[in-house]
Structure formats: structure tokens, C-alpha cells
């Protein structure tokens, strides 16, 4: 288990959010920081501040990304036509753990890493097992026959709360999943506000 994934909720009180709307945060009944200074007065954040927090939590939101990680998808988000912004949304929701996230086949993004990485997924009837595989439009995600019964996934199909976007066409009595759309910011379902503007505004100036 990875520093990121052992203190998850750790990223909700720092950033003073519910980054993934879960009931279970413990923002929910303290919003401060964590540690000792956590109830500290916040001072105003300069732009810089708020440029790397708007980095910080678009990072945070996708579970185990490195910094390094986060930097390669901003590069090939700038080197493609188009604004760059919505370009990064749409690399990071072409993940295989985002798309296994989005489609409830798991409860957090967390587990959607480690439901890949453990074999438990199909791109168009082949296992991958690499969670930053990156999907097409028109591919089929499925998870695999011995894995539908597990308790996670069960649990995660079942629960209310939260909805699947309609960039996804999902199948839960067979576990599958189509990739229909690359996404831009609009269509994806952030429980909170996120500004990859100001991320790009953050690359571009260090």
C-alpha cells in the first residue's frame, strides 16, 4: 500500500474538500486540516497557492499518480491540438482505473488501481492489468467472469452514491462497460469544482 492510498483522506482535510463526495470522509465532520495545526486560521493563498492546490487536487482526485505521472499526461495534453486543459480531463478519464471507477465497478478509485493491476479487467476480451492503459473510444471494459461475484464489486454496483456519466455505457447485470466518448470537463461528474486552467497556468510558469 502506497503513502497516497494509506492517507487518502488525508488529501480531503488538506485540500478542505470532499474530493471524491464520500460519505465516509472525515471532512465531513471536521473541516480543517489534518495535524496539529490543522484549525489554524487559513491565510489567503497567492496565485501561485492556488494554482498548485488546483494541481494538487486534480492529481489527488485519480488516487496513486506521481508527480512524474501527472507531468507526462500534462505534456501530451499541450502537444495535442486543442485547449489543454480539456485535453488533460480527457486523458485522465481514458485511464483504465478512471473508466473502471466511472462504470461502479469498484467504490473508490483506490481499488479500481489495484482491481486492474490484480488481473480482474478486459479490454475487448484481453486481460490488461496496466491501470494507466489508455482506452479508445468504442472499446469494451468487462470484468472478468470469476471476478463479478467479489464483494467489492457487488457493493460498488449497488451503491447510490454516485451516478455513471453518460460518456459510458454500462451493463451492470453483465459487467461491462463501452467507452462511447472522450470526455471534456463539463461531462465528467468531480463532486467538486476542479480548474485544470489554473494546473495549466501552474506548467506553463514552472
Same mark, same amino acid.
Given at each position: ?7 487518502k ?50 492529481k489527488?482526485?485519480?488516487?496513486? +499518480? ?8 500534462? &505534456?501530451?495534453?499541450e ?8 485535453? +488533460? ?6 485511464? +483504465?482505473? /478512471? ?6 465497478? =469498484? ?20 486481460? =490488461? ?20 461475484? +467479489? ?5 460498488a ?19 461491462? /462497460? ?5 470526455? &471534456? ?13 489554473? =494546473?495549466?497556468?501552474?506548467? /506553463?510558469?514552472?
Amino acid at each position: 500500500m502506497t503513502k497516497r492510498t494509506a492517507a487518502k483522506y488525508k488529501i480531503d482535510r488538506r485540500m478542505g474538500e470532499n474530493i471524491w463526495g464520500r460519505a465516509k470522509s472525515p471532512l465531513n465532520k471536521r473541516d480543517y486540516g489534518p495535524g496539529q495545526h490543522g484549525q489554524r486560521r487559513k491565510n489567503k493563498l497567492s496565485d501561485f497557492g492556488t494554482q498548485l492546490r488546483a494541481k494538487q487536487k486534480l492529481k489527488g482526485y485519480y488516487g496513486d +499518480l506521481t508527480e512524474k505521472q501527472f507531468r507526462k499526461i500534462y &505534456g501530451e495534453a499541450e502537444r495535442v491540438k486543442g485547449d489543454t486543459g480539456e485535453n +488533460l480531463i480527457g486523458l485522465l478519464e481514458r485511464r +483504465l482505473d /478512471a473508466i473502471v471507477y466511472r462504470a461502479k465497478f =469498484v467504490p473508490t478509485i483506490f481499488a479500481a488501481r489495484q482491481f486492474v493491476n490484480h488481473g480482474h479487467v478486459t479490454v475487448n476480451g484481453a486481460r =490488461v492489468n496496466i491501470a494507466s492503459y489508455r482506452v479508445k473510444e468504442g472499446d469494451v471494459i468487462a470484468v472478468r467472469d470469476r471476478s463479478k461475484q +467479489l464483494a467489492i464489486v457487488l457493493e460498488a454496483a449497488q451503491s447510490g452514491e454516485r451516478d455513471v456519466p453518460d460518456y459510458l455505457e454500462v451493463d451492470h447485470s453483465k459487467m461491462t /462497460a463501452t467507452f462511447v466518448r472522450t470526455p &471534456g470537463l463539463s461531462d465528467v461528474p468531480y463532486p467538486v469544482h476542479m480548474e485544470p486552467n489554473l =494546473v495549466v497556468e501552474f506548467y /506553463a510558469k514552472n
